[in-house]
Structures are given as structure tokens and as C-alpha cells.
């Protein structure tokens, strides 16, 4: 019926979970409700503010003895970590890696306009790896051809890494998911935090 978005302790979003599996995480105090105003509220100061809430876009549970709100968007009490997932070695992850920048001359570009580039030539030894591959556009490629960097007189703007987690792998949305209203601050916040990991 409706999803909830829940927080890490630092609120960045993390996961979508059931109403139900919200409500239990709350009660059971592993989490708090957030507000729009990033307020949090235990199980129990929730309830009692559930029943002055008049209109809740995502409705209410209701109990022979009171009736509480369901929330959109919760925060765990205590985990501060991130989703460990490995960043698959994609072309796509690598352009977003790289904010589809020509790591060269800096520009930004359409995913069509830009190429994966071997910093060491795969015909010189190169890997196809994190820490080999990057993006460029087409120019700079082809004006690199087949040399090094150094070779060519080209300047490398950022050392190639292998990105530490994928914000947006933390919240995966179906194709066409509604995303809430009110999640969107917090998705934000992954979004900027992610591209901070770059630099
Ligand atoms: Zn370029």
C-alpha cells in the first residue's frame, strides 16, 4: 500500500521499505519518524501526534485503541553506514563515476559524445579496470591515441578510482515508481553527497 523511505542515522536515504516493516522498526525503537522539518519522534510521541495529524497522504493504521499515521520517511537509531554494494564496472557507472566529464579537458558532454578511455593503452598493457579506465570525449581520445598521457602532452584533471558505494544503488526505483513528495529532500541529499566522493 505505501512505501516508506528509511534514513540511515546521518539521513541519507538508504532503503524503501513496507509500512509494515516501518511501524515495527519504530516501535521496536531501531528507528524514528522524520518530519518534513527533519524532526524525529519515538513510537510513542508519533501516536499521540497521529491523532491531532488531520489529513496523512499516506493514511493511517488504525487499532481498537488508536489510530497513528502512517510515515513516509523514517531514520534508523543506531546504523551510519552506507549499503555495501559493488559498483558493478559499467559503462553507465563509469560515466556517472566521472559526472560524464572528459577527464582531460574537463567539459561535460552527452553519454554519445563521450568515450571509455584507457589512461595506459589496452595495446600497451593497459587494464580495463577502475583504475585504468575513464572517460573522454571524442576529441581528447583521439588526440590521445594510442600514447600516454605524458606522451601526448595530456593531463589527467583526476586520478581514476573505483567509486566507494553508488548513492543511488542505496535507493533502487522501479521504472515509473511515484517517488513522494516528501522523499525528495532526502534523495537530494545522496545525490550531492555522492558527487562529493569524486573529488
Ligand atoms: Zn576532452
Known amino acids: 500500500m505505501s512505501d516508506v523511505l528509511v534514513l540511515n542515522r546521518s539521513f541519507y536515504a538508504i532503503q524503501v521499505i513496507s509500512w509494515r516493516r516501518a511501524i515495527s522498526l519504530v516501535y521496536a525503537d531501531h528507528a524514528r519518524v522524520v518530519d518534513e522539518d527533519y524532526r524525529t519522534y ?7 501526534l497521529s491523532e491531532a495529524i488531520k489529513e496523512n497522504p499516506s493514511g493511517y493504521i488504525h487499532t481498537p485503541s ?5 510515515p513516509e520517511v523514517i531514520s534508523l537509531r543506531t546504523f551510519d553506514g552506507l549499503p555495501k554494494s559493488e559498483v558493478k564496472f559499467t559503462r553507465r557507472n563509469i560515466y556517472e563515476h566521472y559526472n560524464y566529464r572528459c ?3 574537463g567539459h561535460k558532454f552527452n553519454s554519445s559524445d563521450l568515450n571509455l578511455e584507457h589512461v595506459v593503452p589496452k595495446s600497451r598493457g593497459g587494464k580495463t ?3 585504468n579506465v575513464v572517460t573522454a570525449c ?3 581520445n583521439l588526440k590521445k591515441g594510442s600514447h600516454l598521457p605524458d606522451e601526448a ?7 581514476p578510482s573505483k567509486p566507494k558505494w553508488r ?3 542505496a535507493v533502487v526505483f522501479r521504472p515509473g515508481f511515484q517517488m ?10 545522496v545525490y550531492w553527497n555522492t558527487e562529493l566522493e569524486h573529488q
Not at 488508536?66 to 502512517?70: E, G, P, S
Not at 602532452?153 to 586520478?159: A, E, F, P, Y
Not at 513522494?180 to 541529499?189: E, G, L, P, V, Y
Open 42 to 48: 519515538s513510537f510513542e510521541d508519533w501516536r499521540e
Open 66 to 70: 488508536f489510530k497513528i499515521a502512517i
Open 103 to 105: 577527464i582531460y579537458c
Open 129 to 131: 579496470d577502475w583504475a
Open 138 to 140: 571524442v576529441a581528447c
Open 153 to 159: 602532452g595530456m593531463k589527467l584533471l583526476v586520478k
Open 167 to 169: 548513492g543511488s544503488a
Open 180 to 189: 513522494k513528495a516528501s522523499w525528495q529532500r532526502f534523495i537530494d541529499n
